[in-house]
């Protein structure tokens, strides 16, 4: 079964500061990988996917994501963060073939002014 | 704004009432995703239409969840017989399928449960 993991409840980081949130996932076929942030009583906004091609992906508000496919990773980065930046992130994957996304637990991102 | 609305944004109810969500999607998108979210946790699927065809529910879909999408545009969540376990937010995404489309779902923004 597909299944993605964050194995960081809470990341601090302090502004301008680089911020890394990390995920690994579990996959049988090559997968799609998606980044969503959510604020808080708000909906997911998309930040980013992987799809295929360059491991290096570039997303919305400066975000980025690398994929690792040997780790079976796709960290998301930020050269410098924002206190804007606070919030909930999940990471996601889909298999070609099947319809869903699956969601990690979510990483809460926390800068500090 | 042409994005997911979802209505009520909260609901809260007794327990052993029935509740529906609506959710009017993206209008050029044909897919639609209902999930289910709890304090702590990611979204998790509960099933989604293609059209007005409901293609996969989940597990966590009891006998007292229905979800329909009559005519292939808005869709309804109701849950009969509400429980405490119930509470969540319900998320409804869409997507539109085919061509370039590479699956990212763009949601609402949630309709909040609380059974008391």
């Known amino acids: 079964a597909q299944s993605v993991a964050q194995p960081e409840d809470q990341v601090n980081v302090a502004e301008g500061n680089p911020l890394t949130v990390k995920c690994t996932y579990s996959?049988?076929?090559?997968?799609?990988l998606f980044w969503y942030v959510q604020y808080p009583n708000r909906g997911l906004q998309f930040l980013l996917k992987?799809?295929?091609?360059?491991?290096l992906v570039k997303g919305s508000y400066g975000f980025e994501a690398e994929f690792n496919k040997s780790q079976t990773s796709f960290h998301l980065k930020k050269p410098s963060a924002l206190v804007s930046d606070s919030a909930l992130y999940f990471c996601?994957?889909?298999?070609?073939?099947?319809?869903?996304?699956?969601f990690g637990t979510g990483t809460r991102l926390l800068v500090s002014p | 704004d042409t994005g997911v609305s979802q209505d009520p944004r909260h609901k809260i109810t007794k327990r052993g009432q029935n509740v529906t969500f609506r959710c009017d999607p993206i209008?050029?998108?044909?897919?639609l995703y209902w999930y289910r979210q709890t304090l702590g946790q990611g979204p998790e699927f509960l099933t989604y239409?293609?059209?007005?065809?409901?293609?996969?529910k989940s597990r966590l879909l009891s006998d007292r969840f229905s979800a329909e999408r009559p005519k292939g545009s808005f869709s309804t969540l109701e849950i009969q017989r509400t429980e405490q376990g119930d509470s969540a937010m319900y998320l409804c995404?869409?997507?539109?399928?085919?061509?370039?489309?590479?699956?990212?779902?763009?949601f609402g923004e949630g309709s909040r449960l609380t059974v008391l």
């Open positions: 996601a994957v889909r298999i070609t073939g099947f319809q869903k996304l699956v």
């Open positions: 995404a869409s997507t539109v399928v085919g061509g370039h489309n590479t699956g990212e779902l763009f």
């Open positions: 996959v049988s076929g090559n997968p799609y």
């Open positions: 239409f293609q059209n007005e065809a409901q293609l996969e």
């Open positions: 209008s050029e998108h044909n897919r």
């Open positions: 992987y799809i295929t091609g360059d491991n």
